[in-house]
């Protein structure tokens, strides 16, 4: 957590503490991470990804005569995609120049299964490999972002 009173980012270990914090800070510039602060344990990924925010922004048509009806458009088309893939159920803000889509997901770590593991995939992971310090998650991370774009 920051705030405007903090000098940079504060653990916090319960509700009651955060409440705290922003009293203090008379409720100005509190952000909260998303995330916790320890993901891996011995080198081994111990949390999934479980958070997935889009960003529907003006700038992408901003070559179109109604911008904010082809940001509609899209916003539209996501969601319907999202709710027939994974049936999710996400919360959509309007942040003044388009759209934030928040969506919890529950996926495994990739790490953790033998079929993913850097065990199996050796020569991905050697020492002398470009992966060699990532985590099998990250890796298909990029690749699902190289994917994505070829389909774009």
């Not at 957590?1 to 319960?14: E, F, P, V, Y």
Request: charged share 25%; hydrophobic share 35%; proline share 4%.
């Amino acid at each position: 957590m920051m705030t405007s009173t903090s000098k940079g980012l504060i653990s916090i270990n319960s509700k009651e503490e955060i409440l705290q914090k922003c009293r203090e800070a008379d409720y100005k510039e509190c952000l909260i991470n998303a995330y916790p602060e320890n993901l891996e344990i011995n080198g081994m990924l111990i949390q999934s990804p479980n958070f997935v925010l889009i960003d529907l922004d003006i700038s992408l048509c901003k070559t179109c005569i109604y911008p904010i009806r082809k940001l509609d458009y899209l916003l539209k088309q996501t969601l319907m995609q999202i709710k027939e893939d994974i049936h999710g159920q996400p919360t959509v803000l309007w942040t003044g120049n388009g759209y934030h889509i928040y969506l919890p997901v529950q996926v495994p770590i990739l790490d953790t299964k033998y079929e993913f593991s850097k065990g199996r995939f050796q020569n991905l992971f050697s020492l002398n490999s470009r992966y060699c310090d990532y985590y099998v998650s990250e890796v298909f991370m990029q690749f699902v972002e190289m994917f994505d774009r070829r389909k774009v």
